[in-house]
């Protein structure tokens, strides 16, 4: 029962934070400086996320064959590897390495 | 400044939203992935078969739900775990709130297309200077939020070994993603470089000391970078 409550529970929080945006500004002008900020909010939020995955909090998930395996992904990406392609190299890496070790 | 309904031709739209689906396969497979595991951790920790894909159909949010489940596992209480949940989607609010622009019709109907905001299709339908392409962003969740139920279920009734995704080298697959998505976002703009410098370097500190959720919200003052007048004709833009 506890379960089923907090599953419903945090449903209904994510549905209103994704909701309040739209509920909130929908037909008020943003002020002119939001768009800059906006537009800098996907690289500042993407970069935390592959920091928080890759790191852990207290930085206890650190693994270097993950640290490898994303190296691989930016070789591939500049070797104008297809997105799929550049991934599957990522993962490839870090299973061989963690076979290896 | 974009007018609030742009007035797209219909083909037009239909083109972006086929888009959006093309870009939404890749991320579906590796949501597929991540919710096995999420369905696996969930069975082991006696959540059952139902309520874990019960979960996924509601919330569609691997790293809330991972929350949840650690934090119900930890033995705190609901309110807390809740509380962890909320914490991580916490970024969905300025997210939600970039995205209102672009969407379409009354503030209801915004809200609820608004709901197909997630990480990867969100930054995949960014067109740069802050506007975001409708049809691509609700085109790519729409093929990855069937792939998560089903990735969950995979997981309740195989229950696989938890190790097998790390020897697989599967716990790559997110961070990659968003690693290239990253790449394909710094290019726009010195000030993307230092906005994703800010945000990794604000986040790995707050680790040390908050909630992974918080250290994921904190990371969105580099974003603030865009308070500043950029010195050459450096506006965001992709090229």
């Known amino acids: 029962?506890?379960?089923?409550?907090?599953?419903?529970a945090v449903a209904v929080v994510s549905f209103s934070i994704k909701a309040a945006g739209p509920l909130l500004l929908t037909g008020r002008q943003l002020p002119a400086w939001s768009g800059a900020v906006i537009a800098l909010l996907a690289p500042a939020l993407l970069a935390a996320l592959i920091v928080v995955e890759v790191l852990g909090p207290q930085w206890t998930d650190v693994h270097w064959p993950v640290l490898a395996g994303l190296a691989a992904v930016v070789v591939a990406h500049l070797l104008r590897a297809p997105m799929l392609l550049a991934v599957l190299a990522g993962v490839a890496a870090t299973a061989l390495l963690r076979a290896v070790t | 400044m974009r007018p609030p309904e742009p007035d797209v031709p219909v083909e037009d739209a239909r083109q972006r939203f086929r888009a959006g689906l093309r870009i939404g396969i890749g991320l579906a497979a590796a949501s597929f992935v991540l919710a096995v595991t999420f369905g696996a951790t969930a069975r082991t920790e006696g959540w059952g078969v139902l309520a874990p894909v019960v979960c996924s159909v509601l919330v569609?949010?691997?790293?809330?739900?991972?929350?949840?489940?650690?934090?119900?596992?930890?033995?705190?209480?609901?309110?807390?775990?809740?509380?962890?949940?909320?914490?991580?989607n916490g970024r969905f609010l300025p997210m939600g709130m970039a995205v209102t622009a672009s969407l379409k019709g009354s503030r209801w109907r915004r809200a609820l297309e608004a709901q197909s905001v997630v990480d990867a299709?969100?930054?995949?339908?960014?067109?740069?200077?802050?506007?975001?392409?409708?049809?691509?962003?609700?085109?790519?969740?729409?093929?990855?939020?069937?792939?998560?139920?089903?990735?969950?279920?995979?997981?309740?009734?195989?229950?696989?070994?938890?190790d097998l995704v790390e020897r697989l080298g599967l716990d790559v697959v997110f961070p990659a993603f968003f690693l290239l998505l990253l790449l394909g976002e710094v290019r726009a703009s010195r000030r993307a470089v230092a906005a994703a410098g800010i945000g990794a370097v604000t986040s790995a500190g707050l680790l040390w000391v908050v909630p992974t959720g918080i250290a994921l919200l904190g990371a969105t003052v580099g974003a603030l970078i865009g308070l500043f007048r950029p010195k050459i004709s450096d506006d965001g833009s992709r090229p």
Do not use: K
């Open chain 2, 60 to 88: 569609f949010s691997g790293s809330a739900q991972f929350a949840l489940a650690t934090a119900l596992a930890g033995g705190g209480g609901v309110a807390p775990a809740v509380a962890s949940a909320a914490l991580i």
């Open chain 2, 121 to 162: 299709s969100w930054v995949a339908a960014h067109l740069g200077g802050g506007r975001f392409d409708r049809e691509r962003l609700i085109g790519a969740t729409i093929v990855q939020w069937p792939a998560w139920v089903a990735g969950t279920a995979v997981g309740v009734l195989l229950a696989p070994p938890p």
């Open chain 1, 1 to 8: 029962m506890t379960l089923w409550f907090a599953i419903l």
